[in-house]
T-cell receptor, first 111, second 112 residues
Framework: EDQVTQSPEALRLQEGESSSLNCSYTVSGLRGLFWYRQDPGKGPEFLFTLYSAGEEKEKERLKATLTKKESFLHITAPKPEDSATYLCACREPGGYQKVTFGTGTKLQVIP | EPEVTQTPSHQVTQMGQEVILRCVPISNHLYFYWYRQILGQKVEFLVSFYNNEISEKSEIFDDQFSVERPDGSNFTLKIRSTKLEDSAMYFC??????????FGSGTQLSVL
């Protein structure tokens, strides 16, 4: 009954090799889909919030997109410093404030 | 940029002992949270706190856990009688209503 599913679990890229990470969600009436970056031993660091299908956000080499059932985090020409675990999270409908996280995609970028 | 601070960064305790994890949320935020992450697993919601009371809690947050905002700046998580399976990284977070969560750097709790 996982509400947020991420794939792949791990991804190894050569520096400069673009790719996409996937987040599928089953929450209906989504009140926000979030992408976070987590470095080993650290807390999640906010990247993007998306609220409605068709929305896109960009920051440096990262671009997040949202459809009615999934979100993608596109990484263009990644660098070794982009190596981290990328977490997707959803806020449920209603008055709740908690966000529910997926298991993450561990990205390794090889020089 | 404002940040959430957590202390201590590491806590080692014996099984059955009480621990208190401390957090200073971002000052003008209204919602406070505790999450935990067992090594190699996902970030799991424990509890949210608003207007001096618990607003949501997960199944994990049983009677062994309690939260408190003892003054205008601190937010604490108490585990009354620790178990081996409580060993995890505990993250505090805060947010405005409907907005993104800001996380602290975490407290690594080891129960021996």
């Amino acid at each position: 009954e996982d509400q947020v599913t991420q794939s792949p679990e791990a991804l190894r890229l050569q520096e400069g090799e673009s790719s996409s990470l996937n987040c599928s969600y089953t929450v209906s009436g989504l009140r926000g889909l979030f992408w976070y970056r987590q470095d080993p031993g650290k807390g999640p660091e906010f990247l993007f919030t998306l609220y409605s299908a068709g929305e896109e956000k960009e920051k440096e080499r990262l671009k997040a997109t949202l459809t009615k059932k999934e979100s993608f985090l596109h990484i263009t020409a990644p660098k070794p410093e982009d190596s981290a675990t990328y977490l997707c999270a959803c806020r449920e409908p209603g008055g709740y404030q908690k966000v529910t996280f997926g298991t993450g995609t561990k990205l390794q970028v090889i020089p | 940029e404002p940040e959430v601070t957590q202390t201590p960064s590491h806590q080692v305790t014996q099984m059955g002992q009480e621990v208190i994890l401390r957090c200073v949320p971002i000052s003008n935020h209204l919602y406070f949270y505790w999450y935990r992450q067992i090594l190699g697993q996902k970030v799991e919601f424990l509890v949210s706190f608003y207007n001096n009371e618990i607003s949501e809690k997960s199944e994990i947050f049983d009677d062994q856990f309690s939260v408190e905002r003892p003054d205008g700046s601190n937010f604490t998580l108490k585990i009354r009688s620790t178990k081996l399976e409580d060993s995890a990284m505990y993250f505090c977070a805060s947010s405005d209503p409907g907005e993104k969560l800001f996380f602290g750097s975490g407290t690594q709790l080891s129960v021996l």
